[in-house]
C-alpha cells in the first residue's frame, strides 16, 4: 500500500517538473519573441523610405498621399493595410484601394478610381457620377456623357439617381444611348434618346421591351412617319406615338 502510494507521488513529482520545464520554456520563447519583434519594429533597415502609387489617372499621386496619410520613418509592420486602404476609400472619387508592402521598407498603394459615367445637372453646375451612381464631385471638364436632370445631388434622390443610371446603362446597351433622363417626377420617368424621339419609363420600366425599339423605329423610317414618343410604362405592348 505504502509502495503503491510512493509511486503515485514520484510520478506526481516527475509530472511537475515536466510542466515546469515546459512553462520555462514558453516564457523563454515569448522573451525571445517580444525581443525579435522589438528588433524587428525599430531597426531602420524597415523604416518606410518610399511610398508609390500606381493606378492613378486624373489624380495625382500627392493627393492620393495625402489621404493615405502614411507617417514616414516608421516601420513597414507598423503601418496597418487596411486601415490606410479605408481611408483612401472614404474619398468619393476612389472605387477601390489596395496597400501592400514591398520589403525592406517601400509601401505600394494601388488605386482604382472611379470614371464618370454621367452628369447631374443642379442649375448651371454639373456633377460626375459613376456607373454605380456614386457622386465623384463636380466636373471641371465637361464631357460627351449623358445628362440626368430633376435630382441635383441631394441625398434623398440617391436611389432615383441609380435607377436613372441603370435605365442609361441598359440603353446603351441596347444600341439606343439616351442624350438625358430627367427624373424629377415621382410617377414616371423621360429619356430623351440621342438620334430620335422621347421615351416614357415608369416604375417597372419594363427595360426588356427595349429590344422592340430598334425594330419600331426602322419601322417608322421605312414608311416615312416620324415617332413623337415611345411609352414603356405599359406591360406587354409598347405604345407608339407619332407626329
Known amino acids: 500500500m505504502r509502495l503503491a502510494k510512493r509511486k ?6 516527475r509530472k511537475d517538473r515536466r510542466g515546469i520545464k515546459y512553462l520555462t520554456l514558453l516564457i523563454l520563447l ?18 518606410i523610405t518610399r511610398v508609390e502609387v ?7 499621386k500627392e493627393v492620393i498621399l495625402k489621404w493615405a496619410a ?21 474619398a468619393s472619387k476612389i472605387k477601390k484601394a489596395e496597400i501592400r508592402r514591398v520589403f525592406p521598407s517601400t509601401l505600394l498603394i494601388l488605386i482604382q478610381e472611379r470614371s464618370p459615367f454621367a452628369y447631374l445637372r443642379k442649375g448651371s453646375r454639373f456633377w ?29 434622390k440617391a436611389q432615383r439617381i441609380e435607377m436613372g443610371v441603370k435605365i442609361l446603362a441598359n440603353f446603351q446597351k441596347s444600341g439606343l444611348p439616351l442624350s438625358r433622363i430627367d427624373i424629377i417626377n415621382r410617377n414616371y420617368l423621360v429619356g430623351y434618346l440621342e438620334k430620335g424621339p422621347r421615351v416614357y419609363l415608369g416604375e417597372d420600366h419594363h427595360l426588356g421591351y427595349l429590344s422592340y425599339l430598334p ?3 426602322q419601322d ?16 406587354k405592348q409598347v405604345v407608339v406615338g407619332y407626329e
Do not use: M
Open 215 to 217: 425594330l419600331i423605329l
Open 128 to 156: 460626375e457620377i459613376d456607373e454605380e451612381g456614386v457622386v465623384i464631385g463636380e466636373a471641371v471638364e465637361k464631357q460627351h456623357l449623358p445628362l440626368i436632370t430633376g435630382a441635383g445631388v441631394s441625398p434623398d
Open 8 to 13: 503515485v507521488l514520484i510520478s506526481h513529482r
Open 220 to 235: 417608322a423610317k421605312r414608311v416615312d412617319r416620324r415617332v413623337k414618343y415611345l411609352d414603356l410604362r405599359f406591360d
Open 70 to 90: 502614411i507617417p514616414r520613418q516608421s516601420s513597414i509592420f507598423r503601418v496597418n493595410l487596411k486601415d490606410v486602404s479605408e481611408r483612401i476609400i472614404l
Open 30 to 47: 515569448t522573451s525571445v519573441g517580444v525581443v525579435i519583434a522589438w528588433f524587428v519594429l525599430t531597426i531602420p533597415y524597415f523604416c
Open 54 to 60: 500606381r493606378g492613378e489617372e486624373r489624380l495625382s
